[in-house]
């Protein structure tokens, strides 16, 4: 069984991203392939127990025949910490007896949790298990310009001889040139593989409208049967009618942040493609908006938040959402296919 630990120094780089496509790519190979995720961030609650949501993610996603409690044996909470006080919970054991159940695996992927740090209290850090397991390791760096070369170079000196490679991930479009033909060749001198360069897409960094609800602690007042809609693009209307009209006309699948006052910003979205209305400052619309918001099947949803504040939230949370819909998968998969060169990953882990 050979491990390899997805790595980042800072949060929200990818390494579910990364995740999800090495274990499609590698089962589409016939690689019988595991996936653990020994430090969970975001609990989630399945029956009496607390799991990694991640992790939940993943094994509902690609079928795994591991138990949750084997994917997920550790996840950080307030409990844990009472638990650790009275010294009743080995929390290392425990990672250690789940990749035990994972030995007839030919590649175990391991999620790392926020950076190479996160866990260091409990040993179960991303550097302390490479150590304890004898692994290998997988960089995912979130595009930062040159930045991203300090943040590979440093996080490689420290993995030595574990460090396979690195992929650059959420490349902006008009930077990808840049990247391919300066920032690769200089990594790449330096003994670093880099195995991928992955571009910012909008489909995966959307949000869905259910996603908004839950993140705005919003009211659905109409379109319940349409919050799987994925949003690519967010415009506040705040402009004369005709100016907002010939505005939304350009930007397809888009959500629209207006006051609850301004119907006729509402009334103009509703004529082009706009996936929900967000209705600011906790009011309600008009009877007319909303009948012809139930007409075109745009759902309305109203929030006690400012459109100022309403906005910064939205925009905090771009990029950072799981990889659940399909459309999302489906164009995860395509990208990893294209971008990622499993055949020189397969031969850097040997």
Known sequence: MKTVSILSVQPFGGKTFVSIGLLYRLRELGYNTGYIKPVGLTPQKIGDAIYDADAVLIKELLSLEEPLSIISPFVMTYETQG??????????????????????????????????????????????????????????????????????AGLSKILGKRLTGAVINKIPQNAIKYTRENLKPLLEERGIKVFGLFPKDEILESLSV??????????????????????????????????????????????????????????????????????TGGTYPNDVVIAKALSKGIPLISVEYDTFTTVDKIEFMRGKTRIREPLKIKRLKEIFERDFDINSFLEAIK
């Open 83 to 152: 638990l650790l006080k009275d010294k009743i919970y080995n929390i290392k054991n425990s990672v250690r007896k789940a990749l035990e159940a994972m030995k007839d695996k030919n590649i175990v992927i391991i999620g790392g949790a926020g950076n190479i740090f996160t866990g260091s209290l409990f040993g179960v850090d991303s550097l302390s298990l490479l150590e304890e397991f004898n692994g290998l390791a997988l960089i995912v760096e979130a595009f930062s310009g040159d930045a991203s070369l300090d943040n590979i």
């Open 210 to 279: 259910r996603d908004l609800v839950g993140l705005l602690n919003g009211k659905v007042l109409c379109g319940e049967n349409r919050l799987d809609e994925l949003v690519e693009h967010f415009t506040v209307g705040a402009m004369d009618v005709d100016s907002a009209l010939k505005y939304f006309m350009r930007i397809p699948n888009k959500a629209v942040i207006t006051g609850a006052h301004r119907s006729d910003i509402q009334l103009a979205a509703m004529e082009t493609s706009t996936k929900v209305i967000i209705l």
